[in-house]
Structure formats: structure tokens, C-alpha cells
Nanobody
Framework: QVQLVESGGGLVQAGGSLKLSCAAP?????????????MGWYRQAPGKQRELVAT???????NYADSVKGRFTISRDNAKNTVYLQMNSLKPEDTAVYYC???????????????WGQGTQVTVSS
């Protein structure tokens, strides 16, 4: 099993900030070597489906959900295989369990493996 270690969730008032972090291994072996590629965050609110928050590729290209653009910033430290999510101007509708994801791409095999963190609760009070 691949372990993604998340931290940084909590309770904050509307308008406040939180920073999430998630550390992953740089590579895994599943018959052949898979190296870490895209990392990112999804979230799931009660009664709703899991949705994209933001992703970042190894080279730094990013993708954000429209609902968080201008408020959240995703970044990564490739030396530490760690992804961060800086969340500013938080709103009550940002309340959810936030899940880290890490995609590992095969170096010899044309395949991608996706792993998820255990989730961290973010609660924004009004």
C-alpha cells in the first residue's frame, strides 16, 4: 500500500486561511518502477460527490476548479515529493474532507497508478 501523509486541516472562520500538505514516496515498484507525476487535491462535502480542487504536474503546470480560482494556490516541492494547498478567503461552502492524490507513471510501462490520502477535514464557520 502506498501511504500519502496529509496534514493541515482544521476549523477556521469564514475569510480565514489554512494550508494543507501531503507527502508521498518519489517512486513505487509494481513489477516495474512508477515515478510520481501529478499530485493534487480533491474534496468531498457531505451528501456530495468528490470533486476536483486543484492539481499540479511535476513541471509545475496547474489546474484549478473554478470555485477556488483566485483563493487557493497549489504548489509542490519535488525534492520532498510534497504538495501543498494554500487556502485563503475560505467560505463555508469550502467545508469538506480534502483528499490528496498522487499519480505514479510507469517508466517502462504505459500505465498510471493513482493513490489517495486518508483525507483531512476542513470546516469553515460562518
Amino acid at each position: 500500500q502506498v501511504q500519502l501523509v496529509e496534514s493541515g486541516g482544521g476549523l477556521v472562520q469564514a475569510g480565514g486561511s489554512l494550508k494543507l500538505s501531503c507527502a508521498a514516496p518519489g517512486s513505487i515498484v509494481r513489477g516495474t518502477i512508477f515515478s510520481i507525476n501529478v499530485m493534487g487535491w480533491y474534496r468531498q462535502a457531505p451528501g456530495k460527490q468528490r470533486e476536483l480542487v486543484a492539481t499540479i504536474a511535476t513541471g509545475g503546470s496547474t489546474n484549478y476548479a473554478d470555485s477556488v480560482k483566485g483563493r487557493f494556490t497549489i504548489s509542490r516541492d519535488n525534492a520532498k515529493n510534497t504538495v501543498y494547498l494554500q487556502m485563503n478567503s475560505l467560505k463555508p461552502e469550502d467545508t469538506a474532507v480534502y483528499y490528496c492524490l498522487a499519480d505514479f507513471r510507469g517508466t517502462l510501462a504505459d500505465a498510471t497508478l493513482r493513490y489517495w490520502g486518508q483525507g483531512t477535514q476542513v470546516t469553515v464557520s460562518s
